[in-house]
């Protein structure tokens, strides 16, 4: 008998959200306001400058910002230049200090201006530093309780990155509204019908929800054979996982969580990946990927990594295939000034349900 049951965890509310919600520029204004602008955002993990010296530049913020390890901890600092405002640094790396490549005003790694050549007086600037809060290596700007909000996290013990290692970022644009994107993530109602990899790997039929007021957490069993590939990608990636654990199965299939509004952790056997979504219009949307893993298989199965990564890129080029079909339909209705907003399936769509309470509590809008 599975650990796992799929039970009706919520009750749907009586319509989903207006479409006018994914597409109208006054609500993503709203959103921005009331969701994006208070609180805290998700910048990197600790994972990124292991060590004194290192630094990580935030490409997804043009570089702007940069996060930086020195002796007493990691800063989030600005990574532009207070003389003629060049960029600094691009890219990882190990530092000593920060070097102007225009003029080398040179600063330690706390920020402070050291010196400026030809100056009779070094000026009393600094680069900008924002304070960061840590949760399990996950760090945050701004002024949410991280630890607070998820204080009863149900699978906290799994998100455990001692032992890993940062491989890489991949940076990707959605030509769709956020929302769509996570409500495609948050619901297993599409899995048998878009994802022929994915449903020979886990378990549809057997799963797992757990919800916070701040969280949910989708757990997916595993099939006990896992000798029946769906696609060439999984079939690699089946055939190189099950070599590296001598053929015994992992204990899920996955887990996909969410911290509202936007921070997406999760669990696959030997990887953890977090990624996080930037809305940047109605209709466009950031999302950053990251990819850890165990020091020995970051190190010795460069293979399992390769298979695992192209796996996962199978799988969100169907969810983003799934994602622009339901952009393209709301975006017709919104042009013919129609509304249509179908039922929730439960449980399959128990996430969608609990994303959909959250987003209407933020923005004062009763359920219907």
């Known amino acids: 008998m599975s650990e796992f049951a799929a039970q009706r965890q919520l009750r749907p509310a009586g319509g989903q959200l207006p479409v006018a919600w994914y597409v109208d520029p006054q609500v993503y204004l709203r959103e921005q306001q009331s969701i994006f602008a208070p609180g805290s955002h998700y910048v990197g993990h600790a994972l990124m400058v292991p060590?004194?010296?290192?630094?990580?530049?935030l490409a997804w913020m043009d570089h702007a910002r940069a996060l930086v390890r020195d002796g007493s901890g990691i800063a989030l600092l600005s990574n532009i230049c207070r003389h003629r405002q060049a960029l600094l640094l691009e890219g990882r790396g190990r530092a000593q200090?920060?070097?102007?490549?225009?003029?080398?005003?040179?600063?330690?790694?706390?920020?402070?201006?050291?010196?400026?050549?030809?100056?009779?007086?070094?000026?009393?600037?600094?680069?900008?530093?924002a304070p960061l809060t840590d949760w399990r290596g996950l760090l945050f700007a701004g002024t949410r309780d991280v630890a607070a909000e998820l204080a009863d996290f149900a699978p906290a013990a799994d998100f455990d990155f001692s032992g890993h290692v940062f491989d890489h970022a991949d940076i990707v644009d959605l030509p769709f509204n956020w929302k769509t994107f996570l409500e495609i993530y948050l619901e297993l109602y599409h899995v048998e019908a878009v994802h022929p990899g994915v449903r020979q790997f886990?378990?549809?039929?057997?799963?797992?929800?757990?919800?916070?007021?701040?969280?949910?957490?989708?757990?997916?069993?595993?099939?006990?054979?896992?000798?029946?590939?769906?696609?060439?990608?999984?079939?690699?990636?089946?055939?190189?996982?099950?070599?590296?654990?001598?053929?015994?199965?992992?204990?899920?299939?996955?887990?996909?969580?969410?911290?509202?509004?936007?921070?997406?952790?999760?669990?696959?056997?030997?990887?953890?990946?977090?990624?996080?979504?930037?809305?940047?219009?109605?209709?466009?949307?950031?999302?950053?990927?990251?990819?850890?893993?165990p020091e020995e298989v970051f190190h010795f199965e460069r293979e399992l990594i390769a298979a695992h990564q192209s796996a996962y890129l199978e799988t969100s080029a169907e969810d983003a295939m799934v994602c622009a079909r339901i952009e393209r339909g709301r975006a017709a209705l919104w042009r013919e000034g129609r509304d249509d907003r179908g039922p929730y399936q439960s449980p399959l769509e128990d996430g969608v349900v609990h994303l959909h309470e959250w987003i209407r509590a933020r923005l004062g809008e009763p359920a219907r």
């Open 97 to 129: 200090s920060i070097v102007c490549p225009a003029h080398h005003w040179t600063y330690d790694l706390s920020g402070e201006l050291l010196g400026a050549p030809h100056f009779e007086d070094r000026p009393p600037l600094r680069l900008e530093s």
């Open 202 to 293: 886990v378990d549809p039929g057997v799963f797992r929800w757990q919800f916070g007021e701040h969280w949910s957490n989708q757990v997916m069993g595993v099939f006990r054979n896992l000798r029946n590939p769906g696609t060439p990608a999984y079939a690699r990636y089946q055939e190189m996982l099950l070599a590296y654990r001598g053929g015994k199965p992992p204990k899920y299939g996955t887990q996909w969580s969410i911290y509202y509004p936007n921070v997406m952790m999760e669990w696959y056997p030997e990887a953890l990946v977090i990624s996080h979504l930037i809305p940047r219009s109605p209709t466009l949307t950031t999302n950053v990927v990251e990819f850890y893993y």
């Open 51 to 57: 060590e004194p010296g290192d630094y990580q530049t």
